[in-house]
């Protein structure tokens, strides 16, 4: 994972059920806290906390759907 986050290249990461989604989704989505953690002190012009995945869920959206409150509240945390 930090191989590719410093290769930037969260927003090229897609595969058939995420399309569109990026790291960050995937992992607010399965409740990985320390990844989710490292990609959400990257600089801004590397990850997108608000991107919108093509059915609009945000990873926000996803690790409040799932019940993963420490990572909702890093999110609520280091909103930009």
């Not at 994972?1 to 399965?30: M, P, T």
């Not at 997108?48 to 409150?69: A, H, R, S």
Request: glycine share 6%.
């Amino acid at each position: 994972v930090e191989e590719r986050i410093q290769l930037g290249d969260d927003a090229k990461w897609k595969n058939k059920r995420w399309y569109e989604g990026s790291a960050l989704h995937f992992a607010c989505y399965k409740g990985y806290k320390e990844i989710v953690e490292k990609l959400i002190k990257l600089d801004e012009n590397k990850i997108n906390l608000k991107k919108q995945m093509n059915d609009g869920c945000t990873p926000f959206y996803l690790c409040c759907q799932d019940g993963y409150q420490e990572i909702t509240e890093m999110m609520i945390e280091n909103d930009r």
